[in-house]
């Protein structure tokens, strides 16, 4: 078992790298913490976001407006919201690319951090590998010198060991919880998506009804338009 002397003394030859090495391990538990909780508070306002719009043929703007008021800046409210926003007289395929849009922006939010997770994963066995050049110089010192001990040199090596186990174990800690959260966000993504189309079949029944009723009103104004033109000679030959 390394005591924790041993850790200091093998931080404090090894030029600061293991200092940086812990620092590291900081960030990425930090970051993975972060992440995992966020992430999962993401799933479930997806999740609850679901099941709202599956208990609904078409959309009720007067309750998502409501739901709203509760829940407005996860990633998923922020796609309805501009759902409910959107302006019925652009085409449907116009009301498609605005949600993909909206999908697209909350992309940041869902995947931020893992880019620091990613860098540790690649940095932390190179910083393991300097660790241990810079033990085996502090070893060949040692074996430099006709006095020194078998003991000094032994120890050097196992110095220069530890940093390249370091490098490793933050790099596999790293790793796992990096493809954990990567998992996480596919699975983030895949339900705004799922929100995404969603909202496009139960938009569809608004958009035929303003259709209907631009219709109507078109009619109605080329009616009056026709009636006004038609000179008082010729409605009164017709009646």
């Not at 959309?59 to 409210?77: I, K, M, W, Y």
């Not at 620091?116 to 040692?142: H, Y």
Request: proline fraction near 3%; hydrophobic fraction near 50%.
């Amino acid at each position: 078992m390394i005591s924790l002397q041993t850790l200091t003394d093998a931080a404090q030859k090894s030029g600061g790298i293991l200092y940086i090495m812990a620092l590291l391990l900081l960030v990425a538990l930090a970051v993975a913490i972060e992440r995992f909780w966020a992430l999962g508070r993401m799933q479930a306002q997806c999740q609850r976001w679901v099941r709202e719009l599956k208990g609904h043929g078409h959309v009720d703007t007067s309750l998502l407006h409501e739901r709203l008021q509760g829940d407005s800046r996860s990633p998923a409210a922020q796609v309805v919201a501009v759902a409910l926003s959107h302006d019925l007289g652009d085409p449907l395929d116009h009301f498609s690319d605005r949600l993909e849009e909206a999908v697209m922006d909350q992309a940041p939010q869902v995947d931020r951090g893992l880019w620091m997770l990613d860098t540790i994963v690649t940095l932390a066995p190179l910083l393991g590998l300097l660790g241990t050049i810079v033990g085996m110089f502090n070893t060949f010192q040692a074996l430099s010198h006709p006095a020194s001990s078998t003991q000094a040199v032994t120890g050097g090596v196992g110095e220069a060991l530890l940093a390249t186990a370091a490098g490793l174990f933050i790099a596999v800690l790293g790793l796992v919880a990096f493809n954990a959260l990567h998992q996480r966000v596919r699975l983030v993504m895949h339900q705004l998506e799922r929100i995404k189309l969603m909202l496009s079949n139960r938009m569809y029944p608004h958009y035929r009804g303003s259709q209907q009723a631009a219709r109507e009103a078109r009619d109605a104004a080329a009616r009056r338009a026709g009636a006004a033109a038609t000179p008082p000679v010729a409605s009164q030959l017709l009646q």
